[in-house]
DNA sequence: GTAAACAAAAGTGTTGACAGTTTCGCGGCA
DNA sequence: TGCCGCGAAACTGTCAACACTTTTGTTTAC
């Protein structure tokens, strides 16, 4: 990635002296706690994270109350912030928002987006991803997987929706790849997805729709079945 | 062990005089904005709010961090905070969303929700609220209507959903009494609602998701035709 | 009379210092 | 030895002063 964040400044040359600011800290720490580099659980102590920084610590105490609306931490009074520990009850609840939320997003992909996209996503996933589960190459497999979603997000042209969607995969990311390993969820799941993508194709918005809920929903019936070997 | 602290805890309603917290502050803000007791557009001025809260200029500034994330008021750097000015399509991206979420809580409501709950709203909404269309007493109503959309919400039992609701509703709150207003549309309305709570009284979970969908894309629709006339 | 330049004022952004609370270690006592 | 209380250290919470940017008001040149 290493897309460089844009910084307003006009170009000094000075490279890392300038000092994070808010926004670059909460992501910092997001992509930190997507990847589980930060466990579910741990503290997170001002005073370390402004030294790593090299920042005031009211700068850090900003980033944690962002990260905080975001429901990625939880704040106790005087005692600290601390990785929020998502609940199997939360974790089928934000399934069930997927569900419509990502399948509202495939009906307005289908409707706006570009059917030469789909087409190749569609070749993609019926070919070269195939080969990528039949040897069980998880990892590219899941990124392709991540650029298809990101693309109906995209396509479907509705920020408000793109943001909401953001909040809450955010919270699984850590668990989606544990899903997929569960023995025949890629390949399910891979289906589910030439399927949708031949509706895309065709421009038939409302099967997209339900199609992306009935695989939304499977992966919810898998997690639901397997629960016990994942969390 | 939990020997208490004896001073430590502040209780939670304490007399007016204590500082307002910076919760506080949101929730009064969001009243205010809800309410376009602030118009869209205005500014709002760190000092004269500390002033007014009698807090720190800081504490008003971690309140207007929280409403800027919540997408209440658009802050510009060195230039302050003002309340942020939804443009048409942002409107309509709420009401898509809308469209899929409380379909959603409409269909979680109808399984896990109390039915005898939803037959006394069907009488109130048969009844009651029929003459308050007719007589066009527009307040009741839209306080009743709100209170119908709570409980749903409440009832589907889903903690994320209710917090997203929340967060897109509050944006368009302004608005919703201005599409009662147009020609017909309280009416239309009623009976939707009439047609939803029938599904949920009988148990219809599907129907209840499917009906509650057709009520808002027909508000939308009904915006989208009279949209010069409210915007 | 108009517009550009400058100075003062108002408002926002940032920071280090101070205060309050919790946690941890240590010494005394049964 | 166990443990109870006490004090120090570590950490979070709060704030008022300082620095910087934008805006406004005034003067001056054409």
Chains 1, 2 share one sequence.
Request: hydrophobic share 45%.
């Amino acid at each position: 990635m290493a897309r460089a964040a844009p910084k307003s400044r006009p170009a000094a040359g000075r490279t890392r002296r300038s000092p994070a600011s808010v926004a670059q800290i909460v992501a910092a720490l997001r992509a930190r706690i997507a990847a589980q580099d930060i466990p579910p659980g741990a503290k997170l102590r001002e005073s370390d994270l402004a030294e790593e920084f090299g920042v005031p610590r009211t700068r850090v105490r900003d980033a944690l109350a962002a990260l905080e609306q975001r429901g990625l931490v939880e704040r106790i009074p005087n005692r600290g912030a601390v990785v929020m520990r998502l609940d199997l009850s939360q974790v089928f609840d934000i399934y069930e928002l997927r569900e419509v939320l990502e399948g509202l997003a495939a009906r307005l992909a289908t409707e706006r987006g570009p059917r030469e996209r789909w087409r190749r996503e569609l070749d993609l996933f019926q070919g070269p991803m195939k080969d990528l589960v039949a040897r069980n190459e998880l990892d590219p497999y899941i990124e392709r997987y991540e650029a298809l979603r990101r693309s109906i997000i995209e396509a479907a042209g509705n920020p408000v929706l793109a943001e909401m969607l953001d909040t809450i995969y955010e919270k699984t990311q850590a668990l989606i790849r544990r899903i997929l390993i569960l023995p025949g969820r890629a390949e399910v799941g891979r289906q589910q997805h030439v399927a949708l993508l031949e509706a895309m194709v065709q421009g038939k918005a409302e099967l997209a729709e339900q199609r992306r809920r009935e695989g939304l929903r499977s992966a919810r019936a898998h997690l639901e079945k397997f629960q016990k070997y994942i969390l």
